[in-house]
Each structure stands twice: as structure tokens, then as C-alpha cells.
């Protein structure tokens, strides 16, 4: 990988055998690599980058293979508000123009407790939506709201377009430290959206 001040020399190939040796080296079964207790020296920035869409590039070049995009992810570390992806020996920066993630699926469960929401995300990791793991919501340039899904440790999904209207659809008024909130609720969590009385203009 690239050391510091310097550009990155390293094929794809030898990123993937590194990324391919941490995985197996902190892996249990189908679990991912601990990189919360990996704290290797950091080795520079890397040409790779998360566009907007959830599209990984390395050195401009689209990555079109889902399984490397796959590996990469799982050595993905968001720290000090930068990410990177770690080893047990190496640290190297790189970009993501918005979320990691992007959530391009969801299936809504019952049982005796409610409503159960799970995601896929484009790298295959199913997540429920679950006080662990919940729902925040930005303004969005297109008008409307951007739902982000905490997939673990800092690191976000974006929501698609149309599961952003899906919970719209499935949304409800609650009481939140005395405001009536519009959200949607999962895993027995209430995830405010916006204020009730600003639904009209959020969502219309």
C-alpha cells in the first residue's frame, strides 16, 4: 500500500492479497475482520474513493467485481472522522463522498414486539434496524429527506430513493420530549423524521 507522502505504487491485485490476509487473519467463520482492535501505523492516503452513488474506484476506475468490493469493505474503519482501510499491520486513507454504504433493500418483519425493518446493503450485510443500529435523517438537495442506516461502527448507508418513500408511507406521529414528531419505528425504536407540523413540506 502507499507509503507516506508518496503515491500509491500497488497493484489492485496486491491490495486484494492484503485485504484477503486480514480477513482471514481476524475473521471467525462468517463474522468480519475486528479492525476496532486493529491499530497498525498509518501508511498514507490511497487512490480508492466511495462515490455518492455507493460506486468504489481505484485510480479513477470503477471496481466491477462486488466481490472485491466486498473484501474492501470489510476492513473498512471510519476514525477521527476520515476513513480507512485497515490491516493488522497497515493504515491507509481513503475517500467516500457521502455514506459508505448504500441500503438498497428492505424487508419488513412482524412479531409480538412490532415492526422489525431489515436492510440489505449493496455489499451484501443484512441490518436491522434496531436502536444499535438506527435511522437518522438529513435534508436532502433533491428536496425532501436522506435516510442513513448505522451499519456498525460509524459507518453509514445511505437509503435509496424509493425505500426513503416506503417509510414514508409507514410513517406515524409520536410524542418526543414534548414535540409531536412524524418517524417510523422498528425493533420498538422511534425514528423521528422531521416535526409534525413541517410533514407537508418535507414530503410533499
Known sequence: MAKQGQEPVQSLEGLTAAA???ANAGASGKGLPPV???NPPFCGDLDMRIANDGTWFYMGTPIGRPALVRLFSTILKYEDGKYFLVTPVEKVGIRVDDAPFMAVEMIREHDDQGRRLRFRTNVEDWVECDPAHGLRFEASAEGGLTPYLHVRAGLWAKVTRPLYYDLVDMGEERMVDGRQMFGVTSAG???AMADA???????E
Not at 197 to 203: C, I, P, R, S, W
Open 36 to 38: 476496532h482492535l486493529w
Open 189 to 191: 425504536a422511534f425514528f
Open 20 to 22: 484477503q490476509g486480514a
Open 197 to 203: 407540523k413541517e410533514v407537508g413540506a418535507h414530503f
